[in-house]
């Protein structure tokens, strides 16, 4: 999450050499080339910690959460 940048929430995912850029109301990804199984697996957890992510977004303080399980 880079809080510096503007526009909707969302957050940045990589996986190996791709990224991803996804709106955490929606868990849609708006921006880059991640593959269709690491979005599916970006989503999956994502659901998962859809509060605290935007909760994060809001206060602007980066805390980190736990990984896919």
Known sequence: MY???HGV???HAIYSEYNGVFEIES???I???LPARAQ???KEWA???QKDLLLMWNEQK???LPGLE
Do not use: A, C, I, T
Request: proline residues 5%; hydrophobic residues 30%; without cysteine.
């Open 62 to 64: 980066y805390k980190k």
């Open 9 to 11: 929430p969302h957050f």
């Open 3 to 5: 809080f510096r940048e």
């Open 47 to 49: 659901k998962n910690y």
């Open 27 to 29: 868990l849609e990804m």
């Open 31 to 33: 921006e880059g080339d």
């Open 40 to 42: 599916k697996l970006v």
